[in-house]
């Protein structure tokens, strides 16, 4: 097994529905998707929130995009238009939880496909 | 036959120019979604300021770019910029397409998604702003059968202002739940408009090409429910099994029953199958009967909220930022102001989520301290106390930026000079007033 931040296997998105933040992992091929079902369980997404998740969090499987889905309950402050939060719309938590480190399997771990990081200022034309 | 659906827009305020690039690609249908649960509560402050308010007010800029398409017969316009006001929306379209000398168009407007007549059937609160049931795709397929070629709905769920069409076109029934969930997975799919494109992509997301104008994307819709997902070919961007993957889960909860209006649709049924070219087909939706009850959105006052940024530079930025904070808490306690709410954020020290992982310290931190009172005097009182921080805080405290709204600012400039001192002496006068 080996170590690894979960930026370096998956893809994220998160977005918004009241006080509800709705977030996505993304893994690459089947080995990936079970490495992460394995180990990114609901109860580990709720610690590594820890107090900017005040509910539950529920976890769905995706298998035919290589999925997991995560509905983290009272993950707002209170919904966009009454939170007091710069990220009112939980935009950065599927970001946030790329964070988590998990032990993978070593071929996963050596497969994984996302460490390629951008150039330091790529868009700017020469 | 296919029907080409060109998603034209994602939220109030979203790009215009890659609309064009949909439009001239050639799309049956141009499907404006313009509302988030944050824009109605956006809208419902402009209605407060005038009545005649509460619609996206970027309308007429959609419109004026597909009517020269709408004219020709080519292209239908539906799209729920309505808001909580879609009779002064509909008002809008109609004088955008008399301007752009317009005859003969029928411009439909849907309204009935307001529930706040329907004391006996739902509970509101007594202090409702507004409360709107999220409409499914039915009223806009009636205005279609009526030969509408521009639909503005108010809040009609994103993905039946997509459904809708492809409902009119193949006369799919409402119990086709299959096909109905094709229908939502489409819309789905092109609701946000280049967040399918390229936009928002967690991936390579710096090799998008031509980043500068990400592409607004398309559906090549069939009878039978598949789709092929793509962009207009010039526009930048790219549809991708990855990209098309990260929009179809976007906030749908659990992806088997993805709750709709007009049908319960199972995302974790659909075939996404990358064929290159930026052409990803979706197929195989299933679908389950629709939910009993339409979801609405409520809304009502609660409190105001009030914010303070402050920057401090490298050494012990978060220390001072932190330093700061306190002080201004500290000083609105000592007031006895009635804050019921405090949220503190750190910029460059871990606002969002987590710390920096290398525990090196970083060369400025901003502090941001945000409050809420139930009213907005006791807000304003908090904010008062923060020009004392100046010169009687922790040192390097700093700027943060002119206005955060926008909007433009009139700079000034000052320049030093000499002058005669006696001449200046020769008008300077002492007054004395004894009261």
């Known amino acids: 097994m080996a170590r690894i931040v979960l930026r370096d296997l998956c893809g994220a998105r998160s977005g918004d529905k009241g006080d509800i933040s709705d ?47 995560f509905v983290m309950h009272g993950a707002l402050g209170g919904g966009a238009p009454r939170s007091l939060r710069s990220d009112n719309l939980g935009k950065t938590h599927g970001a946030a939880l790329l964070r988590m480190e998990i032990d993978v399997p070593d071929e996963v771990a050596a497969g994984a496909r996302r460490r390629v990081r951008p150039p330091a200022d790529p868009w700017r034309e020469t | 036959m296919t029907v080409r659906i060109g998603g034209g827009q994602g939220f109030y305020g979203d790009g215009i120019g890659p609309v064009a690039d949909v439009l001239d690609a050639g799309v049956d249908y141009l499907v404006c979604e313009a509302l988030a649960e944050l824009t109605l509560a956006i809208l419902q402050k402009d209605r407060q300021r005038d009545e005649s308010l509460g619609y996206t007010r970027d309308l007429p800029l959609y419109l004026r770019a597909a009517l020269p398409f709408v004219l020709d017969g080519r292209t239908k316009v539906i799209t729920n910029a309505g808001g909580i006001n879609p009779i ?48 499914g795709a039915r009223p806009i ?39 109905l969930a094709a229908g939502v997975a489409v819309g789905h799919l092109l609701e946000c408009s280049g967040q399918v494109a390229g936009g928002n992509y967690s991936g390579a997301w710096w090799e998008n090409p031509n980043p500068f104008r990400v592409a607004f994307p398309i559906a090549e819709c069939e009878a039978d429910g598949s789709a092929v997902i793509t962009k207009p070919a010039p526009a930048g961007g790219m549809v991708t099994f990855d990209t098309v993957r990260e929009q179809l889960l976007y906030e749908v909860h659990d992806p088997r029953r993805y709750l709709n209006p007009d049908v319960v649709a199972d995302f974790t049924s659909l075939a996404v199958d990358d064929q290159g070219g930026d052409r990803v087909r979706v197929s195989g939706a299933r679908g389950e009967p629709a939910p009993e009850s339409y979801k609405g959105l409520v809304c009502t006052p609660a409190g105001w909220a009030g914010e303070a940024r402050i920057a ?107 002058v005669d001192k006696a001449a200046v002496d020769a008008q300077v006068r002492v007054d004395v007033e004894e009261v």
């Open chain 2, 312 to 418: 401090y530079s490298w050494p012990d930025a978060e220390a001072k930022a932190r330093a700061a904070v306190a002080f201004l808490r500290h000083q609105s306690d000592a007031q006895g102001v009635p804050v019921e709410e405090w949220w503190e954020e750190y910029f460059g020290a871990g606002a969002y989520w987590g710390a920096r992982d290398d525990g090196a310290e970083p060369p400025e931190v901003i502090a941001r301290l945000a409050w809420r009172t139930a009213d907005p005097e006791s807000a304003a009182r908090v904010s008062r106390g923060v020009g004392v921080l100046g010169l009687s805080g922790p040192p390097t405290i700093t700027g943060t930026g002119r206005g955060r709204d926008g909007k433009p600012t009139q700079l000034l400039a000052v320049e030093p000079f000499f």
């Open chain 2, 141 to 179: 397929v009636d205005a279609l059968a009526r030969g509408a070629d521009i639909v503005i709905t108010g809040r009609v769920a994103d993905a039946s202002l997509f459904v809708a069409p492809l409902v009119h076109e193949f006369g799919w029934s409402w119990d086709d739940w299959d096909r």
């Open chain 1, 23 to 69: 977030l996505s992992l993304f893994a690459d091929d089947q080995a990936a998707y079970e490495a992460i079902r394995a180990e990114v369980t609901a109860e580990r997404v709720k610690a590594h929130f820890g107090p900017l998740v005040h509910g539950e969090v529920e976890r769905y499987e995706a298998p035919n995009v290589l999925a997991l889905k």
């Open chain 2, 88 to 135: 002064a929306a509909g008002r809008a379209a109609v004088a955008a397409a008399k301007a752009a000398g317009a005859t003969g168009l029928r411009i439909a407007t849907v309204v009935g998604d307001d529930v706040r007549p329907l004391a006996g059937a739902v509970a509101l609160p007594d202090d409702v702003l507004f409360a709107n049931a999220y409409l």
